[in-house]
């Protein structure tokens, strides 16, 4: 794999399509290389499904890290705090909470050191109280399809519930 596969499928990731125009556009990568290398990182089992999900271990990502947060409370602190956690490299999603934990984080890394920088850009946010991570050890489940949780028949039910 190299720096253009990179380009590839953070693109994919991106723009939530396979698409090689729409890849073309973002990436400046000739389409018909596009189509190429997508058939190549299928084949690979990179990109796992015609959803183009992405096996992330394939780009050395194998570290899923959850992260709570407490945050000292001060009006507006969910949004401030929020949106500097989302801007740290390797964060890929930030919820704010009701609880005693103010923010759960879930980042994908690397290697350890990934990790301590990332605690360490946690802990260098005003307002940021605690931090607790713990490493997932095995992924019994993971989609980045929602409705796949459903079956059709309850996401018929949940349609007309709401019609």
Not at 60 to 69: M, N, Q, R, W
Not at 121 to 132: A, L, M
Request: proline fraction near 2%; aromatic fraction near 6%; hydrophobic fraction near 35%.
């Amino acid at each position: 794999m190299d720096e253009k596969d990179l380009q590839i499928l953070s693109a994919i990731s991106e723009l939530g399509t396979g698409s090689p125009e729409r890849i073309q556009e973002k990436t400046d990568i000739p389409k018909s290389t596009v189509h190429y290398r997508i058939t190549k990182l299928q084949e690979a089992g990179v990109i796992e499904d015609d959803l183009y999900s992405i096996d992330l271990s394939n780009v050395g990502l194998e570290i899923t890290l959850i992260s709570e947060i407490s945050a000292e409370y001060d009006e507006g602190y969910h949004t401030e705090v929020g949106d500097e956690l989302s801007q740290i490299e390797g964060v890929n999603k930030v919820y704010f909470m009701m609880g005693d934990t103010d923010f759960v984080v879930i980042s994908k890394l690397a290697d350890r050191n990934m990790v301590e920088e990332l605690i360490a850009n946690f802990e260098e946010i005003d307002g940021v109280n605690r931090t607790n991570s713990q490493f997932v050890i095995t992924t019994v489940k993971e989609t980045t399809n929602p409705l796949a949780a459903y079956s059709g028949e309850a996401l018929t039910r949940m349609v007309s519930e709401t019609e």
